[in-house]
Every structure is written in C-alpha cells, then in structure tokens.
C-alpha cells in the first residue's frame, strides 16, 4: 500500500511559476515510475510528466521546456517545477505511482492549478 499527499497547487498570472510536491509513504520501497497527470473540467486526464527511481523523464510536447519533474527518493518525494505558466495548464494536477512488478497505479487527491489574471 501506498499512500500520495500533494501540496503546491494555488493561484498564478500567466507567465508566473508553482511548484508542486508529493509525498510518498507505506510501502514505498516498491515503487518505480512516479509522475503527474492533469484534468481540466470536461478534459480527458493526461500525462504532464513522469520519472524513473533511476531519474529517466518524460514529458509531453505540451509542456516540454516549461515543466520539470524531479525526485528525491531518500524522502519519497517528487516534485514538478511549472514555469511560463499558461491558461490552458489551469487543471487539477494529480500524482502517481507505479507500485511492484504489476506496476499497479497508486493516485494522490490532486492539487488545483489555476492560471488566472
């Protein structure tokens, strides 16, 4: 079992930055890939970022340049840097984990983003 806590989400103008932390814990020896989704209202959720426990990344072209993930596997935490935020990146950003040989899929609660003048 793992459970996923995100912090960091909040209010920002265009062009502005968040940054955008989950935490880990349970059995967290096991997990391997860990990431971000996203969903805005009447969205499909999609993929913003991902990482390997070896620090392999993944982005879409959406956001390639602008958003950074990170991972700090002694605190089982990951992180994903937004910058040059724009409108169209308001949506609830949730993270995940990918636990055991299963890969079976762990889901924070989501955090709100909301890019916004």
């Known amino acids: 079992q793992v459970q996923l806590v995100e912090s960091g989400g909040g209010l920002v103008q265009p062009g502005g930055s968040l940054r955008l932390s989950c935490a880990a814990s349970?059995?967290?020896?096991?997990?391997?890939?860990m990431g971000w989704y996203r969903q805005a209202p009447g969205n499909q959720r999609e993929l913003v970022a991902a990482?390997?426990?070896?620090?392999?990344?993944n982005y879409p072209d959406s956001v390639k340049g602008r958003f950074t993930i990170s991972r700090d596997n002694a605190k089982n935490t990951v992180y994903l840097q937004l910058n040059s935020l724009k409108f169209e990146d308001t949506a609830v950003y949730y993270c995940?984990?990918?636990?055991?040989?299963?890969?079976?899929?762990?889901w924070g609660q989501g955090t709100q983003v909301t890019v916004s003048s």
């Open positions: 349970g059995s967290t020896f096991k997990i391997n890939v």
């Open positions: 990482i390997t426990s070896g620090g392999s990344t």
């Open positions: 995940y984990a990918d636990w055991g040989s299963l890969a079976r899929r762990y």
